[in-house]
């Protein structure tokens, strides 16, 4: 069992009022990378019943196809951030996935084949698998110890503002359609023509403003510890703390500087007590995805339409679960670095349990209505507030500096492997076990997950990164005990 981590040995330094307000403010620039990957993730549910119609997609197959094909580009983008990060830097990849966002958004939204289209949303899955690697990496690693689980929390709350922010643009753009509508008028109308297109579309614009922010924020101080650059990584502590706080953790950063080389390997990440680490990691990552919420705003239309909603109430609920999904991700940034992460993370698996459960029960009795509307809102609420926020932050500041980037790159790629296996399989899955069937399903694996992580997951609120990787090192030196060090 891996047990939590020892009581913190220093304080880290206050922060200066200035300070505090830049480096707050680096976090926010660093957590667009999370709105675009919010934003174009989830767009494509509004504009799901138009492009289907629009390039003829008739089978499960295909649907399955174009709903995940952009995973695709999330996973190679997921595993190309760990090396290329560590290479030329966080900064510089925050700015490549800001250019990627533009691209693909536009030749998305001007797609007259559905090859073109597969492609533009697998180049635009790049820049999420990228965005998804950095972006929370970043914020921890510019990020005081005593705020770090809200800053890195900061990234999921701009997933959930973009995701908000791209229902309300989908709301907004298409325009009613009447009831009686045939497949064929669809098609036809505006919606059907050009609607979609505004949709994927308009996602240039906050990419533009994160390609903005991306080129006046400083490099990852540790990553320029990690490369040598003492004195360059304490000016940016300077920029982001003060002097006081330059000089306590720079001092840190270069004791780790001057330890004797330790040439990070793939294989040291699979090796003693340091694979038990990546188990966590990926297991975390996997769990996120598999725990089911995703297909709620993927596929919002069939569920909401299982449950009896017709589509212009099906696109005002979907905002609702946005609103929502915001509100609660705001109470997970109040409480992360107060009640800490464990604590969050078994409260709301425990709550995904309970509601999926119930959900699929009344998905077999054929209830309709409000009931299934607050069912769903309840297991967004408890997802929000746990495993949405707080895998990112976990898998941000569990991993040793030398292998951080190798190590989330790993985990972010299970991640995008398991939504892809999530999104692609939920028609299949749902035809197959109908929704009650289905949500039944997720509820097993949550409390499978409740279990793993009850035995498994340690606390490491208020701690430094580098006192982390102390205690991670002198648990993978243990290779044969119980790794209690972590």
Known sequence: MITPLPPSEEKTASLSGTGRVYVWLVALAGALGGLLFGYDWVVIGGAEPFYERYFHLNSPSLVGWAMSCALIGCLVGALSSGPLSNRFGRKRLLIAAALVFIISSLGTGMAHVFTAFVAWRITGGYAIGLASGISPMYIAEISPAHLRGRMVSLNQLAIVFGILLAQIVNWLIARPVPPGFTAHQVLESWNGQWGWRWMFGVTALPSVCFLIASLLVPESPRWLAAKGRIQEAIQVLERLGGPAYADQVGSDLARQAHLPAQRSTFSEL??????KVLLLGVALAVLQQWSGINVIFNYAQEIFAAAGYHVSDILFNIVITGAVN????????????????RILLLSGLTGL???????????????????????????IACYSVSLAPVTWVVIAEIFPTRVRSSAMSISVTALWA???????????????????????????ICLAGLVFLAASLPETKGKTLEEIERSMQTGAAQQGEDFSEI
């Open 270 to 275: 699979f090796s003693g007590g340091m694979g």
């Open 326 to 341: 915001l509100a609660f991700t705001f109470v997970a940034l109040f409480t992360i670095d107060r009640f800490g992460r």
């Open 353 to 379: 349990v309970i509601v999926y459960g119930v959900l699929g029960e009344l998905y077999r009795l054929h209830v309709h209505g409000k009931p299934m509307l607050a069912l769903v809102l309840g297991a």
């Open 418 to 444: 398991a939504c892809f296996l999530l999104t692609y399989t939920f028609p299949l899955l749902n035809a197959a076990l109908k929704a009650s069937g289905t949500f039944w399903t997720y509820a097993l």
